[in-house]
Structure formats: structure tokens, C-alpha cells
């Protein structure tokens, strides 16, 4: 079974809007960890943002914020303020449990940003 | 302070052929993975090095193996090479408590393109 969704092949947005990059997940675990991961075509995965499933408050970073909704297993990622640097590819990954050290990766989702 | 670097960038090898790829941790790091991940698609856990053994392991088949050294370097191995071999491999490290705010977070390489022909 797929242990990331991303249902959002490619998106568009116009510069300095919001974009929300949708996320669900799989896990029986109670505790895990959910990343997101910036590819731009150089290939390098740059490490967005972090939101471990105990965390209370939504994790922000910057113009990066994931919205996590434990209930639903969504972890939308919402970048605001788009600059045209934020092309790129997004993964999101999760940890599942302290004794689970690989990430799992979704399919990605491809953001386009216009000028 | 050196991030996570791998060698070669690119490689072109021919079916049923053998490849080593290297992958040296960022400072301070002590645990390296390997991910393969082909064109369009997320990137594959192959297995994870820690303390110069094979901590754990995804779904992959015997032709790829690896190996950890004492200064926390690694190679990935792929014997046989097959087509559906061609991939970028990416590398990454991460330490005991590593990221902004302490969580296991895994820093990536630039990784290796491998094309199989």
C-alpha cells in the first residue's frame, strides 16, 4: 500500500500567491515523523519543514507552513508569498516509528511559479 | 562545513556491468542512506549504514549492496546492471540529533545519475 499520496501531478501559481501542496499518509504507528523535501532540477533534495505526529502546533518555517490535520492523515504544505525560485519539484516523506530509519517518499508534485 | 558530497555526477555503464558509487556525510554525521529514484518518481529506500553495518533495508535485490567505513564514507554497489537500473541514486546523511530543531533529519547529496545502456 502507498504510505504517501500526492494527488497534485503539477500546479501553477502566479508570484507573491500562496500554493498549497496537498499530502495524505498511511501509517498504524502512533509516532511519526512528516517531512517535506524541495527538488529543484539540479536534483539535491532540500529539506523544507518537519511536523512530528505528537506536535500540538502546525510547523512553520519561513514562507513555509504544513497544515496537519492528524485526524484526516494530511499534511498539506503551504508555501506563501511564491517567488519564482520556488519552481521546482515538492516530495513529501514520512518516518514511521523510532525504530523505522528510511524515509518514504510520494510522487512528488511539480510547482510552476509565473511571473 | 561540507555538506553531503557524492562521486561520480554522472555514469554511463552498459548492461550486466558492475557500478560503485561514493557518497562522503556531511561533518558530524555518522549514518548514511541510499535512494534510488527514477525519472518522474519519488525516491526508493535501497538501505541505510550505521555504524559500518547494514542497519536496515528496503525492497531492493542482492545486486545492490554497500558498504560504510570507519570515517562514515560509503560506497553503493549495483552488480548486473539491468535497464530499469538507470536512476538517480541519492545519498543521504544524517547524525544522532541533527536538523534545526534536533529531529532526524536527513541531508541530501546531489546525487549520481546512472544511465544503463
Known amino acids: 500500500a502507498q504510505k504517501i499520496t500526492q494527488t497534485q501531478p503539477g500546479m501553477f501559481v502566479q508570484e507573491k500567491e500562496a500554493v498549497t501542496l496537498d499530502c495524505t499518509y498511511d501509517t498504524s504507528d502512533q509516532s511519526y515523523g512528516l517531512f517535506w523535501y524541495k527538488q529543484p532540477s539540479s536534483g539535491e533534495m532540500i529539506f523544507l519543514i518537519y511536523q512530528g505526529s505528537y506536535d500540538e502546533q502546525n510547523a512553520t518555517e519561513g514562507r513555509y507552513s504544513l497544515n496537519f490535520q492528524k485526524a484526516r492523515k494530511s499534511a498539506n504544505l503551504v508555501i506563501s508569498a511564491s517567488q519564482l525560485g520556488d519552481s521546482a519539484m515538492y516530495f513529501c516523506a514520512m518516518r514511521e516509528g523510532p525504530n523505522d530509519y528510511k524515509l518514504s517518499f510520494g510522487a512528488g508534485t511539480t510547482v510552476t511559479v509565473r511571473a | 562545513d561540507a555538506g553531503v558530497t557524492q562521486s561520480p555526477t554522472h555514469l554511463i555503464k552498459t548492461r550486466g556491468q558492475q557500478v560503485t558509487l561514493r557518497c562522503s556525510p556531511k561533518s558530524g554525521h555518522d549514518t548514511v542512506s541510499w535512494y534510488q529514484q527514477a525519472l518522474g518518481q519519488g525516491p526508493q529506500f535501497i538501505f541505510q549504514y550505521y555504524e559500518e553495518e547494514e542497519r536496515q533495508r528496503g525492497n531492493f535485490p542482492d545486486r545492490f549492496s554497500g558498504h560504510q567505513f570507519p570515517n562514515y564514507s560509503s560506497e553503493l554497489n549495483v552488480n548486473a546492471l539491468l535497464l530499469g537500473d538507470s536512476a538517480l541514486y541519492l545519498c543521504?546523511?544524517?547524525?544522532?540529533?541533527?536538523?534545526?530543531?534536533?529531529?532526524?533529519?536527513?541531508?541530501f547529496g546531489p546525487g549520481t545519475r546512472l544511465t544503463v545502456t
Open positions: 543521504a546523511s544524517s547524525g544522532t540529533a541533527t536538523g534545526t530543531s534536533g529531529i532526524y533529519e536527513q541531508y
